[in-house]
């Protein structure tokens, strides 16, 4: 779910939906009514001059790409967000931005995206670190690499096949700590 800010072209802010709030840990009486220029930070400013051009000119290039900014914006707490906020207008043929005119920020948290990223490369670090500890290096290195040719010729090798007797029963008799102990 995105948080949502909706705005005129002017940037006085006419609603808010839910995940917006949740993100910033305000509530819409807060900043209804307020300017945008006046709840978000400084760093949203491309979107500011995108804004102020609706209301100018009366035009809005969906394809712009300074519609769209990766930034931080901070909670009521202080907590800082990695975001992306996109800005969105719908002008009705003829209309120049004014105050009927609908924009919105649309914000996407991207603060889970990263945490997931960051756990994805300590888990691949632990794959590796397991392999690395059974294989050769440099099988290790290739398989982590994403090689599909684990393969490799040895100028001399051993090979040891080991039989347990009875291992099936032992273990029947054990709790799964026991067995991973011996």
Known sequence: L????????????????KKYHEMVGNASEEIIGLNVTSVFPITVQPLFDSLSNIAQSGTFDENDPSNKIETSIFTEDDNEIEVTISLI????PGESGNKSTKCAFIINDKSELINVKNQLKKEKLKVENLLDSILPSS???SISNGSKEISFDANCCSILCAKIDSFSNLCNSLTSKQIMAT
């Open 139 to 141: 099988l290790a290195k």
């Open 2 to 17: 995105e948080g949502v800010v909706v705005m005129t072209a002017d940037g006085t802010i006419v609603s808010s939906n």
């Open 89 to 92: 207008a719908k002008l009705n």
